[in-house]
């Protein structure tokens, strides 16, 4: 009967130990993974009229779906397509006026090109999605805004850590490729307001297909970390069959012989 008891609580205590081993490389696979990039847009820059590269980006359209969408169809010139219903509606031609070194680089005022204008496809500003992004890395996308609640068209794409700007600004997207023109915007010569002297201008804009990425493995996808799970539902669920087995016999053994 003790030997019976003691095994059972050793069994017990592996299974609680496999149990949090569990979830512990359940937590890092997650965190490995990241949120999922499901549309891949590009801008194609030039400086001073010169070609200088070509970024390409990663929206995260299930964490911030209303914000990488707004961001996915500025992308093009829509032909009186959005709610406004005005022609000529997107990133392409617009440029970046404004690049602080070690911070950001600023861009998406298609209206004005000095900060002071821009415009969504769900009316002048929208609402923040959410802050669960955080600014973690250079080379995250995030929503530039003048206040809670007025997001446009304007973005910025960090150079640094930039921590001070959790839950001030929506993180939507990171950068895939190209992170060496951003550090070329980032360190061209700026006058008043940190504005390029030279113009920095998206050239050309579009988006790239992210399935044929995503198998060659570039790009998050769904099953990663799956592996994980269905091992630690199987140690859970013999784990959980062992115990009860033990438990019954035990109780079975415990009766005073008749």
């Known amino acids: ?4 008891s003691s095994l059972q609580k050793a069994l017990i205590s592996l299974l609680l130990l496999l149990t949090a081993a569990f979830v512990y490389f359940a937590q890092v696979s997650e965190a490995t993974k990241g ?3 499901t549309h891949k847009v590009y801008f194609d820059i030039e400086h001073g009229g010169k ?3 070509r970024i390409v980006i990663g929206l995260y359209g ?3 779906p209303k914000t990488a ?4 169809h500025d992308w093009h010139t829509y032909p009186g397509a959005l709610a406004t219903g005005e022609k000529g509606f997107g990133y392409e031609s617009s440029t970046f006026h404004r690049v602080i070194k ?3 680089i600023q861009g998406g005022d298609f209206t004005k090109g000095d900060g002071t204008g821009g415009k969504s496809i769900y009316g002048t500003k929208f609402e923040d999605e959410n802050f669960k992004i955080k600014h973690s890395k250079p080379g995250m996308l995030s929503m530039a805004n003048s206040g809670k609640d007025t997001n446009g068209s304007q973005f910025f794409i960090t150079t640094a850590l930039t921590d001070w700007l959790d839950g001030r600004h929506v993180v939507f997207g990171e950068v895939l490729e190209g992170y060496d023109v951003v550090q070329m915007i980032e360190t061209a010569p700026k006058g008043a307001n940190d504005k390029p002297t030279d113009t920095v201008k998206i050239a050309k804009s579009g988006e790239l297909p992210v399935a044929d990425e995503a198998k060659s493995g570039e790009l998050p996808v769904a099953t990663e970390g799956y ?5 630690g539902l199987v140690v859970l669920v013999v784990g959980g069959i062992l115990a009860l087995y033990l438990r019954n016999r035990g109780t079975i053994r415990s009766k005073p012989v008749v």
Do not use: L, Y
């Not at 969408?69 to 996915?72: A, I, L, S, T, Y």
């Not at 592996?227 to 091992?231: L, N």
């Open 35 to 37: 949120p999922k990039i």
């Open 69 to 72: 969408e707004n961001f996915r």
């Open 1 to 4: 009967m003790a030997a019976t």
């Open 102 to 104: 070690g911070f950001m």
């Open 62 to 64: 299930k964490t911030t």
């Open 51 to 53: 070609a200088i590269g």
């Open 227 to 231: 592996g994980v799970v269905k091992i």
